[in-house]
C-alpha cells in the first residue's frame, strides 16, 4: 500500500510543468516494487501537519484518472474522501467511472470530513460531527445502491433523496468496488465500517490500534459482521535506520509540524 500525500516539495520554484511526470514516475515505481494500492488525499488545501498551506494540492478524483492511464495494475483511491464535498449519487457516478476507466481497480475511500478551515475556505458547508456522521451512513447507503442495484437506484433519508437514479456504466468490479471508511471514532466511525465498510484505516501508536481493533470486534458483534471480514489498515510512517539517532532525527524531521505528544501515535522506528 502507497500513500502520497503530493507535498511536491521539488517546487519550490513554482514550477508546476513538472508534477505530472514527478507523479507518474512515483506511481510507476510503486507498481513495478509490487505495491497492492496507491492512494491520494482528497483535499484541496496541503494540511497543516504535512506542509504549508499554500503549497501545490492535486484534485484527487482528476489526478486518479491520470494515474488510470500510466498503470495497469495497481489499486488506486481516495484516502479519504469526504463527505460533504460531493453528492453521494455524484460521487458513485465518479466512483463507477474510476472503476470502469482502470478496468477494475478503484478502491473507494471515504469518510465524514474533518478540514473545517478547508471546507470554509471553499465555501463548503461544515455541519456539526452528529450530521457528517449521519451523512456518511447514508451515503455509503446511496453508493451502494448506485453500483449494484438495476436498472436504477432510489433512496429516502433525512438528509440524501435520490429517485430511479441510473448509474451505467456500473463498476467492473463485482458485486462492488471495496469501500473503506477512514477515521478512529470509537462510538461512530468504527461502527459505520461494521455495518457497511469492506475495510478501515486507523492511526496511532500499536496500543491504541489494538484498543481500536477491540472495539471494532465488538461493533461486528453486535451487527452480525464478521470481524474477519473487514481490512484493516493503519495510516502512519516507519522509519528505519542502523542508527535509532538518526532515525529519530528523520522522525522530527517529518513531523516538524506535529504536536510533540503525537509523534509515537504516528511513526514506529
Not at 491520494?40 to 492511464?69: C, N, R, Y
Not at 522522525?251 to 503525537?262: C, G, N, Y
Request: aromatic share 8%; charged share 25%; proline share 5%.
Amino acid at each position: 500500500m502507497a500513500y502520497s500525500t503530493l507535498t511536491l516539495v521539488d517546487y519550490k520554484n513554482h514550477d508546476t510543468s513538472q508534477i505530472a511526470d514527478s507523479l507518474k514516475h512515483l506511481i510507476t515505481k510503486a507498481e513495478n516494487a509490487g505495491f497492492d494500492s496507491f492512494w491520494v488525499m482528497d483535499h484541496f488545501h496541503q494540511i497543516p501537519i504535512v506542509g504549508k498551506l499554500e503549497e501545490p494540492m492535486l484534485e484527487s478524483w482528476t489526478t486518479l484518472s491520470f494515474l488510470t492511464a500510466v498503470t495497469s495494475k495497481i489499486k488506486l483511491g481516495t484516502l479519504m474522501t469526504g463527505i460533504i464535498y460531493r453528492h453521494p449519487s455524484i460521487l458513485a457516478k465518479i466512483g463507477a467511472t474510476l472503476d470502469v476507466i482502470s478496468k477494475g481497480r478503484l478502491f473507494m475511500g471515504i469518510g465524514a470530513a474533518w478540514n473545517e478551515q478547508e471546507s470554509l475556505a471553499y465555501g463548503v458547508p461544515f455541519p456539526p460531527a452528529k450530521e457528517r456522521f449521519l451523512r456518511l451512513e447514508e451515503a455509503i447507503q446511496i453508493i451502494h445502491k448506485m453500483w449494484t442495484e438495476e436498472p436504477s437506484a432510489s433512496f429516502s433519508g433525512k438528509f440524501y433523496q435520490i429517485k430511479k437514479a441510473y448509474c451505467n456504466p456500473k463498476p467492473i468490479q463485482k458485486p462492488s468496488p471495496p469501500i473503506m471508511v477512514g477515521g478512529s471514532g470509537e462510538r461512530q466511525t468504527l461502527r459505520i465500517v461494521a455495518k457497511y465498510a469492506d475495510a478501515c484505516n486507523l492511526f496511532g501508536s500499536v496500543e491504541t490500534i489494538n484498543r481500536k481493533l477491540t472495539i471494532l470486534k465488538e461493533h461486528c458483534t453486535s451487527v452480525g459482521r464478521d470481524y474477519g471480514s473487514v481490512l484493516k489498515t493503519k495510516l502512519g510512517m516507519v522509519v528505519l535506520d542502523d542508527d535509532r539517532e538518526k532515525a529519530k532525527e528523520r522522525i522530527q524531521q517529518v513531523s516538524r509540524r506535529m504536536p510533540e505528544e503525537q509523534i509515537n501515535e504516528f511513526a514506529s522506528q
